[in-house]
């Protein structure tokens, strides 16, 4: 007779039943003694910054910092970005949504059909498919907010006597919602982008550069990148030709001239994964196509420039290199001047009287326009 208790063979006839669940649990110790260990050995299975952004820093401990209680946010904040192979977990997850379950919305990156991605945000401010739906209007107080601070801008402008115009670029979503997922659907076809455009044709004087229009019918070209919420350099193009149109009519004294498409000498090239793309772990740099291009002689304005100062968004570094050609351009970052409360906090007057603009401008991509009621004005 064995001395062995009776509850160990039965331990032992229940794990020869079952053999898998031992799998399971060296399997288990693996995987949540596997990021520890990739930390104490410093393994980085990826070296590329795909976030596109700095990871935060290892705290400081000093009990004599007057700030020691923001340490442990802070290490909690390093952590997050920092423990073992948090990478490798990201990129899996994304993979796993992406090819096995084959979903249509991976965070704000919502996959369209023919390799199309779009941007969805978390809050219907600034989130381009509520606005393409029509599902984030604007009430109208602040419609009115947002009239009111624009021509408070535009009374301060005269009076400095500098033209102002506002220039809104679309969404991609406005250009080529065709290659939606079909379950992104209009909800109404008066949308936030048309009561804005409507209010300040309605209570504003200055003019208004909306290119939406031209790149419509220019369409069947390639406007926007596939894998980037941004506008090509050939969409650029027809959003700076649209508003040298309306530059010319504010400044007659420089005769400026309107650019046609045939003043560059344009290429079809290679492009890497733009945003959209980095944030589905996709880095092939062929991924997607721009257009490279030259301009003529005739493009390049000979002599004296006039000055252009703006505010713009990440929209605008697509204009910059056209703008350039016939001003010369001073652009402020727009997201340095949201909710500063007055015209010298946003644009010190020492500046304008150095730099001495003879045009003003807003340049905010669609999703963004409603952030131009927080700038220069209390609310």
Known sequence: MSGKPKAYDAARAEAKRYPGERLVLILFFVFMLAPLAANLLGLEFFTDNFEKRTKATFPPFNLQDKNIYRFP???????????????????????????????????????????????????????????????????????????????????????????MLLMIPPDKESIYPEYLPPQVKKVRDYNRTDQILDALKKDTTFPVVNPCPALLEHKKEPLFLHTDTHWTSLGAFFGYQQFMKTAATLLPQWNLRIPERDDFKWTLVPYPSGDLGRMLMNFDPKLDRNLAFEPKPIAKREGPKPKLLFFGDSFSWGLMPYLKLQFEVHRIALEDAVYKTTFEDVLPSSFLESFKPDLFMFEVVERNAHILKTIGVEQ
């Open 73 to 163: 946010t802070r290490f909690n904040e390093y952590f997050n970005d920092h423990f073992g192979l948090r990478d490798v977990m990201i990129r899996g997850y994304v993979t796993l949504k992406k090819d096995v379950m084959h979903a249509t919305q991976i965070n704000k990156v919502i996959l369209g059909e023919g390799k199309w991605l779009y941007f969805k945000y978390e809050t219907p401010d600034g989130d381009p498919i509520a606005t393409y739906m029509g599902t984030n209007l604007m009430t109208g107080r602040e419609l009115r907010l947002y009239t009111k601070v624009l021509n408070s801008w535009n009374d301060w402008m005269k009076e400095k006597g500098v033209p």
